[in-house]
């Protein structure tokens, strides 16, 4: 069982600005991507507050709603959620402890980052994180402040467009996941020739998918799929040059830094997002 | 005990006689319409039935409950139709059984059934079309995948299939095929993925080759969710063609796709719904998609635009129907009206024209709840509108299993199991003259009745008992997800992705290859 009284007892004990200690968060490995969780997930991503998420995003004349909104009914499709100045470009798709996160954010001060997470408690330490990090770091000592990132629980195989609209992101990042090598469990597979159009559909054309992994078989299988799907192509060589955040990836998540304790191969790969065709 | 008509089509060829095609159980009845006599019938049998997977050696093991056992148990009756439809050309009728089989039928000049084909699929189909080329078959199922085949397999594809039986097949990707599990304690360097690999070899059929399917297929589209209806939309744009896939799942999303060969390509999703999403239905001539499911309510869509234009209620007129039930049985009222939110659950969409007071064919709208035992009739006018809810509830006496148009009268079909007579009732509609004109009023068509008192004679029963009639109509509500399994955001309670649960659910996952609803 996760979370025993105890250990959300000392969760709750810190203070504010105070780190969240990962031994209070840990949680079983494996979570199935296709049950039923008690998961909370918006109806459409306009219904999506990011304001509790990025507090500083929140823009400050509220949005109104257009009084003539021919679509606009008793239920309303105003979601009654404010109007944010940006919008979450990056997303870091089963983020663990969230390692990448912070060492992108201050890379990158002007783009709001998202971690998506599964597992409960370990959503809740990065959440926690990010608000500790807020409270020490002001954006003049670290650029962004760590303002600009946080996470979400979510099952990112079934419910990333309730999150994203249409070509929202510019970078995706699937890191070190879990490999399910037996042969049936293929489907719960976080790349997959089917899944691999949903996140072709949140990522604007131009934009990027990194893939790493210390699982050759799962990095062959990571690149044949998006090899051969028609919305992505590999990057490679020369045009790597300058990614900066192609080094950070290999650096910086707790996956990867094991892997290198360990003496492991990691094998990186990364997509770029092409041009939907045109209509036959 | 009568067993009732599951599905019922039309085929309608111009200057032939128009034909009704039944499914009793096992069987497809064809019945002339014009002569009022059934033209011939078919049976499926449990000799063409393939085995759920190829490797049944856990069969009964614990690792293989109880559901793996009830499929070998079915295999032993002849395997029960469960969904029926004709090519546009009204020269097909494709018919997919509960083992997996996709049946294709030739109607010959005479209203003979010819069998033509029969493929097992992977995963069980829950909604599959004829596209209008009539040379395409696109079939969802319950695995999430979208695969298309051809509507008559080539020569080659039918020789290899020819033996009867013969047909064990399982995971038609051949690019998961050919992926070999390779990793070893060498390759997986953190503790976590030794972990999974570990309990993952433990298991069996660690390396278990798949099989790809011996026939033409290809894979268009998937969810990560258990499909529940596809449907194939064609508007112009500039003057050309544009067709897409509509498919709705349960984790509540309707997904736009482009067609074939751009199927990769999703264009947009049309969300809104609360609760699982189980019947799409598209308004002729017009760029309206409504969807039902969960919700007390009807999806009314511009699908081009993936805009929700309205949410239209039909909770009230839901609750007219317990209500009444109530009365009649005595039940407490309060108690049943509770649970009504609950109860609706949208099994059925369809259109039918009817003529309006001028004369001119307009279509109205025919909503099915499950188990509930009224038909809603909307005119499409009134759909379109902002506020206006009024429809037309008539009142059928048993819960309507399928509906489709021969003529200009409407055909029921209905489970009247206990009662008897009555499963099929053909209605007529037009344009209400009464205090409110724009409604849709109804009486029975006689004539046609009369026609169709070939097919309810005893001689079209099939083997049934209460409790695999109501698996084999009634499966809409088991759609619905258990919630507040426990307090996430609070987090002190059980994190259900963290339990024993979640592994019973990885479970069930491997045994029936399903994203199967875990019933409580
Ligand atoms: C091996 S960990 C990698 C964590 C992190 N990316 C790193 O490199 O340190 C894989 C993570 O993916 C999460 N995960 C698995 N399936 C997921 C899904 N469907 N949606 C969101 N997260 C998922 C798991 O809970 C786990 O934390």
């Known amino acids: 069982m996760a979370g025993p009284p105890n250990k959300r007892q000392k969760r709750d004990d810190k203070q504010e600005g105070q780190m969240p200690q990962k031994k209070f968060y840990r949680q079983r490995a494996h979570a199935n991507p296709f049950s039923d969780h008690d998961l909370t997930y918006p109806e459409t991503p306009e219904a999506m507050n990011w304001g509790d998420h990025y507090p500083s995003y929140v823009a400050t004349v509220p949005a109104a709603v257009p009084k003539d909104d021919p679509v606009a009914t008793e239920d309303g499709n105003d979601y009654g959620v404010p109007r944010m100045t940006k919008q979450v470009e990056v997303a870091d798709i089963g983020c663990g402890f969230g390692g990448l996160l912070f060492a992108l954010a201050p890379k990158m001060p002007e783009t709001l980052i998202l971690g998506l997470e599964i597992r409960t408690s370990v959503t809740e330490f990065v959440q926690e994180k990010a608000k500790a990090l807020r409270v020490q770091h002001s954006p003049e000592s670290v650029p962004g402040g760590y303002q600009n990132v946080s996470c979400i629980r979510a099952n990112t195989m079934k419910f990333l467009p309730n999150f994203f609209a249409k070509a929202q992101l510019s970078k995706i990042f699937l890191c070190f996941p879990d490999p399910h090598f037996k042969a049936r469990k293929h489907k719960a597979r976080i790349v997959s020739t089917t899944l691999n159009s949903e996140y072709a559909f949140v990522v604007r054309p131009g934009g990027r998918v990194y893939t790493i992994t210390d699982v050759e078989d799962l990095h062959r299988w990571m690149v044949e799929h998006f090899e051969a799907h028609p919305s992505f192509e590999r990057v490679e060589g020369e045009e790597l040059e300058g990614d900066e955040v192609l080094k950070v990836m290999t650096t910086e998540t707790e996956e990867g830094k094991k892997v290198e304790r360990n003496g492991g191969t990691k094998y990186v790969a990364v997509f770029t997002r092409l041009e939907d065709p045109p209509w036959p | ?520």
Request: overall charge negative; proline content about 5%; some cysteine.
């Open chain 2, 1 to 520: 005990m009568t067993h009732p008509f599951q599905c019922i089509a039309t085929v309608q060829l111009p200057g032939r006689d128009e034909y009704l095609a039944a499914a009793c159980g096992p069987k497809v009845f064809l019945v002339n319409a014009g002569k009022g006599e059934i033209a011939s019938e078919w049976s499926a049998s449990s000799l063409t039935t393939a085995t759920s997977n190829g490797n049944d050696d856990a069969a009964g093991t614990s690792e293989r409950p109880a559901k793996k056992q009830k499929t070998s148990n079915a295999a032993s009756h002849a395997p029960n139709i469960i969904k029926l439809t004709v090519s546009l050309s009204q020269q097909y009728i494709v018919a997919v059984t509960d083992d997996k089989v996709i049946h294709v039928f030739e109607i010959t000049g005479h209203g003979e059934l010819k069998a033509l084909s029969q493929r097992c699929m992977p995963k069980r189909p829950c909604a599959i079309q004829v596209l209008p080329d009539n040379a395409t078959i696109i079939c969802a199922d319950k695995f999430g995948d979208v695969y298309s085949l051809p509507l008559l397999p080539s020569d080659a594809a039918l020789t290899q299939n020819a033996s009867p039986g013969a047909e064990h097949v399982d995971v038609m990707k051949t690019d998961e095929a050919t992926f070999k599990p390779s990793a070893t304690n060498l390759t997986v360097h953190t503790e976590r993925n030794r972990k999974a690999l570990e309990a993952q070899m433990q298991q069996k059929n660690f390396s278990a080759k798949k099989e790809p399917l011996k026939f033409e297929h290809k894979l268009l589209l998937g969810h990560v969710s258990m499909l529940t209806d596809v449907v194939f939309a064609t508007r112009q744009v500039d003057g050309k063609q544009r067709s897409h896939i509509i498919t709705a799942d349960r984790d509540e999303h309707i997904r736009i796709s482009r067609a074939p060969p751009q199927s990769h390509v999703i264009e947009g999703y049309c969300l809104g719904h609360s609760e699982f999403v189980s019947k799409l239905c598209l308004i002729p001539g017009t760029d309206i998609l409504v969807s039902g499911g969960g919700d007390s309510w009807l999806g009314v869509w511009d699908w081009p635009s993936f805009k929700l234009r309205r949410k239209f209620d039909i909770r009230a007129a839901v609750l007219d129907t317990i209500r009444q039930d109530a009365e009649v049985s005595g039940a407490d009222k309060t108690d049943t009206i509770k649970k009504a939110d609950k109860d609706v659950v949208v099994s059925g969409l369809w259109t039918a024209p009817f003529a309006n007071a001028k004369g001119k064919q307009e279509t109205a709208l025919l909503v099915a709840c499950e188990r509930r035992p009224s038909l809603l009739i909307i005119p499409i006018s009134r759909l379109m509108l902002k506020k206006d809810e009024s429809m037309t509830q008539t009142r059928v006496g048993h819960s309507v299993l399928d509906v489709t148009c021969i003529g200009d009268s409407v055909v029921l079909s209905l489970d009247t199991r206990s009662a008897g007579p009555g499963r099929l009732q053909p209605m007529k509609l037009f344009q209400s003259s009464g205090n409110d004109k724009g409604a849709v009023d109804y009486e029975r068509d006689e004539e046609m009745d009369a026609k169709l008192k070939c097919l309810t004679k005893s001689s079209t029963d099939a083997h049934a008992d209460d409790k695999a009639l109501d698996e084999l109509l009634y499966g809409v509500a088991n759609l619905r997800k258990r919630r507040g399994w426990g307090d996430d955001a609070g987090g002190t309670q059980v994190d259900p992705s963290d339990t024993k649960r979640d592994d019973n659910g990885t479970e069930a996952m491997d045994v029936e290859d399903d994203l199967t609803v875990h019933k409580p």
